[in-house]
């Protein structure tokens, strides 16, 4: 069998993952991709490949999916014969947060992986999940190249000024730090822009990644140097759930004069805000854009509101813009969102090509606009594959290094 990448990305409810066959060149070719969810409530594991011929559609009883290793469990016994009965060369996995020192993907080790236990105080939400199969097919497989790939990590050159809140400096040593997150997904779309339109990558760009988590990035020069998401990945732009940028006296009004504990107060900013909360509707922008209800209209005006804003702050952290990118579910295939977006922004020298647009096409500024816009799906997993390639080969080529010397 040629050399295979798997790439795992664990949530709360559901394992994501994606086979990479490696070809002869290194370039890296998408076998198949799947998911196990509705882990302990209906489990249910798809998985087709590139081609869309469906590989696996099947569910359990509740029990016998009760949780993340036994879902993993499942999604070992179906990859087994997918993959001729051998092991992948190398894991890639998705972990939300490296912490202040992580800058890039890590091979884990038993000792890396403490190290990154100490920030499910950080993402309580996601880490532990995250963690739970590098932990398993470590204690499973020891010799199996992991490697973890953070979603803070291509933020962590931010300028000092960027990186803390106007808080005393001891909590900033303990870590509470402006991190960002979606950086695999930036870090994507600044490789892509690069081959799109090279000129344009090499200036100020902002990249809107709008799915049901929603963040933006001030990328200069194919780095990123400011992100609307800050400690956790709740501060910024209004989410499906989440309500993005909030006054933390409005934390305080719901902990000292609603009564509510900080357990509720959590539920509450993760799961009931944001879309959903404001339009009392729906959290699925598809859904809003269809409904006559005068609350989800007024919904997506704050979404695209709020996406301008900050277009203005984060113009204002790299000294201008030189170009704009729309990507993930929203970014890549809601026009009206778009064309809103970019009418607010007009004054920046956006403009939109409303043929182009309505078509998804990768650019979607009218000619001759001064900034111009585009329109490039996201591809974090081949990110995470391509940085657990990485790391295979120099692992490699420093053991052939050793045995030499
Ligand atoms: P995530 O990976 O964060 O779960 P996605 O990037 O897949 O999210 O985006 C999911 C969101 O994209 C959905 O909640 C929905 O609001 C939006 N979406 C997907 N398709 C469309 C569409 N055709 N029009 C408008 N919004 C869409």
Not at 104 to 124: D, H, M, Q, Y
Not at 194 to 206: L, Y
Request: neutral net charge; glycine residues 8%; hydrophobic residues 45%.
């Amino acid at each position: 069998m040629t050399e295979a990448i798997l790439v795992i990305n664990a949530g709360s409810s559901s394992i994501k993952f994606q086979l990479f066959a490696v070809a002869p060149d290194d370039r890296l070719v998408r076998r198949f991709k799947g998911q196990i969810e509705g882990i302990g409530t209906r489990p249910r594991l798809v998985a087709v490949t590139s081609n869309r011929e469906i590989l696996v559609d099947e569910t359990w009883p509740s029990v016998d999916v009760a949780d993340l290793p036994a879902a993993l469990d499942k999604v070992i016994a179906f990859l087994r014969p997918q993959i001729g009965g051998e092991l992948p060369a190398a894991v890639g996995h998705r972990v939300v947060h490296g912490g202040p020192h992580y800058a890039s993907p890590v091979a884990v080790t038993s000792r890396v992986l403490a190290e990154l236990e100490k920030f499910v105080a950080l993402a309580p939400l996601h880490q532990p999940n995250n963690l739970a199969p590098i932990r398993a097919v470590l204690q499973r497989r020891p010799h199996l190249l992991q490697v973890a790939c953070f979603d803070t990590a291509f933020h962590r050159g931010h300028p000092e000024v960027a990186d803390c809140y106007a808080i005393p400096q001891s909590l900033y040593a303990e870590g509470v730090r402006r991190y960002g997150f979606h950086g695999l997904s930036y870090e994507y779309i600044a490789q892509r822009l690069s081959a799109v339109a090279p000129d344009v990558a090499s200036g100020r760009i902002v990249v809107a990644h709008l799915g049901s988590g929603a963040s933006m990035c001030a990328i200069s020069n194919g780095q990123s140097v400011e992100s609307t998401m800050g400690f956790t990945a709740m501060d910024g732009l209004p989410m499906g759930t989440r309500p993005g940028q909030l006054d933390p006296g409005v934390v305080l009004y719901l902990l000292n004069e609603k009564g509510m504990s900080a357990e509720a107060i959590e539920t509450f900013l993760y799961k009931d805000c944001g879309l959903k909360g404001l339009s009392g509707i729906s959290n699925d922008v598809r859904e809003l854009l269809a409904s006559p209800d005068p609350r989800a209209q007024m919904a997506l005006d704050y979404f695209t509101y709020r996406i301008a804003l900050f277009t203005g702050m984060l113009a204002a952290a790299m000294g201008g813009i030189d170009g704009f990118v729309f990507t993930a579910g929203i970014g890549e295939n809601a026009p009206l969102i778009r064309e809103a977006v970019i009418r607010r922004l007009s004054w920046l020298g956006l403009d939109v090509s409303t043929q182009a647009n309505k078509k998804n096409a990768p650019c979607i500024s009218r000619k001759g606009a001064r900034v111009p816009c585009f329109v490039i799906p996201t591809d974090e997993e081949f990110m995470i594959a391509t940085h657990t390639l990485r790391v295979l080969r120099e692992r490699t080529a420093s053991a052939l290094e050793e045995k030499r010397a």
